[in-house]
């Protein structure tokens, strides 16, 4: 799984000009379920965001987690996020899972992300068309992979 989490002041997502999901101050995470992803991926993912350190504390330091701030969180899936762009300059997709695997994966990992964080996500609508809009704060933009933990 690969996740692309950025630090906001607000986001959003909208489906055919609705507004699906909106937070204010909290995580906007996009994410991408591989082939060979499962439980194990999203266990290591949920644990690291919800403890990930990027909010400010009183002095400027980034030293305050999602759940010390007592933020808000917004998951949109994004197949996108598995391309690989190794060969040619069209994007393969045939690293991201099929929809019977990833649909579920998503599925769980909001329902873990929210259970961790005590408060119910925002979310996308899986396959959808969506117009995701957010004030990244900071910038601070930070991606995750399972399969390469650094």
Known sequence: ???V???VSQASVSIDG?????INQGFMILLGVGNNDGPEDIQWLVRKIVAL???DNAD????LSIKDIDG???VVSQFTLM???KKGNRPSWLNAAPHSISIPLYEQFCKELSDALGKPVGTGEFGAMMDVSLVN???TTICLDTKNKE
């Open 1 to 3: 799984m690969r996740v």
């Open 5 to 7: 989490i950025q630090r």
């Open 18 to 22: 609705k507004v699906k999901s909106s």
């Open 53 to 55: 350190r990027i909010f």
């Open 60 to 63: 400027g330091v980034m030293n």
């Open 72 to 74: 808000e969180i917004l």
């Open 83 to 85: 391309a690989s762009c």
């Open 137 to 139: 704060n900071g910038p």
